[in-house]
Nanobody, 127 residues
């Protein structure tokens, strides 16, 4: 089994920045494609960003493109989501997720592609 643990959430004013981390532990695996999703109260969980396993190609939702940056440190089994120029509409619980597609150039924006999920970390952006 694989565990994903997010950290770095919190309360920030509009225009501010946060960096989320997601550390993988348990059964080790090699460079899976990973993603970040978020869920605001009363809304469905939505795609935020994805990263491929072998070369770190990234893909972003239009709503965060240019403001968020997804990166990974394979040696530490950790991925990061740098969030800049935050807006109140970014307020949500953010979830890290991992696929079982390893060492591939592909990334995924559909929740159905992901096999493992973290417990989520709250991000609140005040106006």
């Amino acid at each position: 089994q694989v565990q994903l643990v997010e950290s770095g959430g919190g309360l920030v004013q509009a225009g501010g920045s946060l960096r989320l981390s997601c550390a993988a532990s348990g059964r080790t695996f090699s460079r899976p494609a990973m993603g970040w999703f978020r869920q605001a109260p009363g809304k469905e969980r939505e795609f935020v960003a994805a990263i491929s396993g072998n070369d770190g190609n990234t893909y972003y939702a239009d709503s965060v493109k240019g403001r968020f940056t997804f990166s990974r440190d394979n040696a530490k089994n950790t991925v990061y989501l740098q969030m800049n120029s935050l807006k109140p509409e970014d307020t949500a619980v953010y979830f890290c997720a991992a696929t079982t597609t390893f060492n591939s150039p592909h990334y995924y924006s559909s929740r159905n592609e992901y096999d493992y999920w973290g417990q989520g970390t709250q991000v609140t952006v005040s106006s």
